[in-house]
């Protein structure tokens, strides 16, 4: 497996293009599946999520191109999908598996073709994740749902039906899922308490783009008035803010300046609020957000994860690692998944004074210095999160499992290098 080697010590100075986001791309790739005619997606980031989904999709019966493209001067690819009919209702497991989002054909293929069957996902590194909310939902607009031998076994007698939908707990899967399901359905359907994460309003507007008809785009209730058929359409997927913040805490947490172009300010207000009150410089233009933390002293300050436009969880370990930096202590709450603290024991292994309290939170005190040292995350978010801290630890910083890292952030050691980082990838078959 390749490892990725970090010299610390240098300020990150310049700019980095914010690609097209994951969790945006991932619900909209599977919006295709609503239609026969083509969907195409600009700004895809160049991920193994995008292509394992791209698999699973191949394998139900969508044809795929591939294009090289350019936005804003910058490479990217475009995809375009089409599934004049699919020749396979089942996601198996291989593929739900390796990536839990596969649980978005769901609520497409059950409301086109009456019949879904999906293997459940597990839990995962970060909790225990379950999709009660997608089928208590699902069954609420018709569906019939039956969990055998490890698969959801998903039918509709006719076309769903629309309800009026209360989710018990904001989930951004699920209000995905439902949206989609309810773009098809008969009748009108309200969904309540629906997440606001801005990858949701991107889907909407495709899905509005493909002729379906939802209102209250961008706020917790979203009312969809079912329609027969959708029809293709041309997107462009929204900036990655999870990229974003990332690189954005990169540039504060090794006190340089790093212009992240095509980053989107009002994704990430909360964290941006954060990074100034701790004394960094945030400056907004219109294609771009300028962090500048050059000759600053950092102050520590408490952060608690919550639904958009709170503090996204994707953030959180990130933000953990920049508070090491900061003038005292800093208590960090986690409150979306119940084991999102895993990189702390990695971070001790470096020299971090932390402390974690039960599940829920920690206390994050300043050190004087980190040391570098192999290490390796059990996660996508806090794999970055290492390499954080090796940016700034003295001597190499090692950081194992890159795959987790090739999942959500394109061309990092490209990015990161093209700012000062002394930073290689190790190939498995650079070892002896
Ligand atoms: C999405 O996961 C993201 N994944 C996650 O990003 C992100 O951390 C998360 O939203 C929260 O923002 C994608 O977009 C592909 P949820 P999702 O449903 O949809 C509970 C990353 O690093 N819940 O909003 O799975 C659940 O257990 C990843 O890019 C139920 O109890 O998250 C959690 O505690 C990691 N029952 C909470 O709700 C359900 O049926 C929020 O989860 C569904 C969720």
Redesign the pocket.
């Known amino acids: 497996m390749d490892k990725i080697k970090i010299i610390g010590g240098k300020k990150l100075k310049g700019k980095i293009y914010i690609s097209g986001a994951?969790?945006a791309a991932?619900?909209l790739i599977c919006a295709s599946l609503l239609t026969e005619d083509t969907v195409t997606l600009t700004n895809m980031p160049m991920l193994s999520d995008i292509k394992a989904m791209n698999a699973l999709l191949t394998q139900l019966g969508t044809q795929i191109d591939e294009f090289n493209d350019f936005v804003d001067g910058h490479p990217t690819k475009t995809y375009s999908y089409r599934t004049p009919q699919a020749t396979s209702l089942t996601a198996d497991y291989d593929y739900v598996r390796k990536m839990?989002?596969s649980y978005y054909v769901l609520g497409p293929l059950l409301t086109r073709y009456g019949k879904c069957e999906l293997s459940l996902p597990g839990g995962c590194a970060?909790?225990?994740?379950?999709?009660?909310?997608?089928?208590s939902s699902l069954e609420q607009m018709g569906a019939h749902i039956e969990i055998k031998n490890g698969y959801v076994h998903a039918s509709v007698d006719g076309r769903l039906k629309g309800c009026k939908i209360t989710f018990r707990?904001?989930?951004?899967?699920?209000t995905?899922n439902l949206l989609m399901a309810a773009t098809l359905a008969e009748g009108t359907t309200i969904l309540e308490n629906s997440?606001m994460?801005p990858?949701i309003g991107d889907l909407a507007t495709l899905l509005n783009d493909m002729g379906a008809k939802i209102s209250g785009i961008g706020t917790s209730v979203l009312t969809i008035e079912g329609v027969e058929k959708l029809h293709g359409a041309t997107h462009k997927v929204i900036a990655d803010r999870?990229e974003a913040g990332s690189y954005a805490v990169a540039a504060a947490i090794t006190r340089g300046k790093i212009e992240l172009i095509n980053a989107q300010e009002w994704t990430l207000s909360r964290p941006l609020q954060i990074l100034k009150d701790m004394g960094v410089s945030i400056e907004t233009t219109p294609h771009s957000i300028i962090v500048d933390a050059q000759d600053r002293d950092l102050v520590g300050k408490d952060i608690m994860t919550e639904?958009?436009p709170g503090f996204?969880?994707?953030l959180q370990a990130q933000f953990l690692v920049l508070m090491l930096t900061a003038k005292g202590a800093s208590m960090v709450t986690e409150t979306?998944?119940?084991n999102r603290f895993m990189h702390v024991p990695e971070l001790l292994r470096m020299g971090a004074d932390i402390n974690v309290h039960g599940h829920a939170s920690a206390i994050v005190r300043g050190v004087e210095k980190l040391s570098g040292a192999q290490v390796m995350a059990t996660?996508?978010?806090a794999s970055f999160a290492l390499i954080l801290a090796g940016l700034i630890a003295e001597g190499t910083t090692i950081v194992n499992r890159v795959y987790h890292l090739d999942r959500?952030y394109e061309k990092l050691e490209e990015k990161l290098k093209g700012v000062g980082a002394l930073i290689e990838r190790i190939k498995e078959s650079d070892e002896e």
């Open positions: 994951k969790n991932l619900p839990r989002a970060i909790g225990a994740r379950p999709m009660d909310i997608h089928l707990t904001v989930s951004v899967g699920a995905c997440a994460e990858e999870i639904p958009f996204p969880t994707d979306i998944f119940e996660d996508l978010r959500g």
